[in-house]
Nanobody, 121 residues
């Protein structure tokens, strides 16, 4: 089975920075897209940033210019660098990977358990 494990969440003051990491492990043949989503209390899960293997990165308008996504394909890892954090960024952040477990397998979405990010004074 495939497992995605996030780390790096925590409490940070407004204007501060945080870096999230996500490692995909298990039986993995290839990963097409990795990304980050978040869900605040009372709200739906929303896209934060994605990094396709063969395309351009994309970001939610609310984080453009502040967040950066980067992949380390050799380690099956994706990072989310979050700068100039705002209280509105408070949410559980989830890692997502679009991958296949074999050359003849179909691509499917996998999710991590999430890591809490709290931006507060």
């Amino acid at each position: 089975q495939v497992q995605l494990v996030e780390s790096g969440g925590g409490l940070v003051q407004p204007g501060g920075s945080l870096r999230l990491s996500c490692v995909a492990s298990g039986r993995i043949f290839s990963i097409r897209t990795m990304g980050w989503y978040r869900q605040a209390p009372g709200k739906q899960r929303e896209l934060v940033a994605t990094a396709p293997s063969g395309g351009s990165t994309n970001y939610a308008d609310s984080v453009k210019g502040r967040f950066g996504i980067r992949r380390d394909n050799a380690k099956n890892t994706v990072y989310l660098q979050m700068n100039s954090l705002k209280p509105e960024d408070t949410a559980v952040y989830y890692c997502n990977a679009d991958l296949r477990q074999g050359i003849l397998s179909a691509y499917a979405d996998y999710w991590g358990q999430g890591t809490q990010v709290t931006v507060s004074s």
